[in-house]
């Protein structure tokens, strides 16, 4: 790996996405790159942001930050695995001297405070994966810096109704009053499930109040797709960010196929 790097972090996934996410990966300063004789599912990490860091504790703090914001891009990507989450930080390495700095230490964080200003930006001629270049454009704008930071989380009522305020905020400074009109009435029985007690207990945004709940609430899923559409939208809409149609993982629907046909061949 001939890049100005300092540190490797090891990744485990439970998803095959270590040989994507490590094909034209030339790219912004924060890549991933897999181990030719590890035959797992782990792979490793590192970003430019690293090099002047010498706490470890600090390391994986940045590193988990960084890795939030993919953690988001694939949580957007493949809404059937909502629930589980793509990258764990493993063993930390100095490169600059080949040795074994720490186990993993757990990071909590609640926003990203990095600045993501010393990234550089890709040469056009070089080959690129489009995740790399869907990161290269987030990391850009701090609303969806903050964004995808919430996508990465577990989804929820109370994470999707945040996402649904950051957004409203944003569209509220930007002026445009009308984008969200499409989806009124999802919204609205999104918004009546979410904030109430009798539906949700403990997970409702709210405690008891006298609003009666609604007669057909929302599924989680059907409100993470909801949310999840309205952010596509707002991508492709106000900042011409068109989403890949791959991203590393491949299914086959087997209710779709003759399985006896199959194996007799």
Do not use: C
């Amino acid at each position: 790996m001939k890049k100005e790097i300092k540190y490797s972090i090891g990744i485990h996934t439970n998803f095959h996405i270590q040989n994507f996410l490590s094909h034209n990966n030339r790219t912004n300063d924060s890549f991933f790159w897999t181990d030719n004789y590890d035959m797992g599912n782990s792979f490793f990490f590192s970003s430019k942001l690293l090099n002047e860091l010498d706490n470890t504790q600090d390391i994986y703090d940045t590193a988990t930050q960084i890795l939030s914001i993919y953690e988001g891009i694939y949580k957007l990507l493949d809404r059937g695995r909502q629930y589980n989450r793509y990258f764990t930080l493993r063993d930390l390495f100095n490169l600059d001297n080949n040795s074994f700095v720490s186990r993993a230490i757990e990071s909590e964080i609640y926003k990203i405070d990095i600045d993501f200003s010393k990234i550089i930006e890709t040469d056009e001629d070089t080959p690129i994966n489009p995740i790399y270049i869907l990161f290269e454009k987030i990391i850009k704008n701090e609303f969806l810096i903050n964004l995808f930071f919430l996508l990465s989380n577990k989804v929820d009522y109370r994470m999707l109704y945040i996402i649904y305020d950051d957004i409203r905020y944003y569209l509220k400074s930007t002026g445009n009053n009308d984008f969200l009109n499409e989806f009124s009435k999802p919204l609205n029985s999104f918004t009546h499930t979410a904030n109430n007690y009798e539906v949700l207990g403990f997970y409702a945004r709210h405690g008891r109040t006298n609003h009666k709940p609604p007669t057909n609430p929302m599924s989680l899923n059907e409100s993470m797709n909801l949310i999840f559409d309205i952010v596509v939208k707002l991508l492709k809409e106000d900042f011409k960010i068109e989403l890949p149609s791959f991203w590393g993982l491949s299914y086959i629907d087997f209710s779709e196929l003759d399985l006896k046909k199959l194996f007799d061949e």
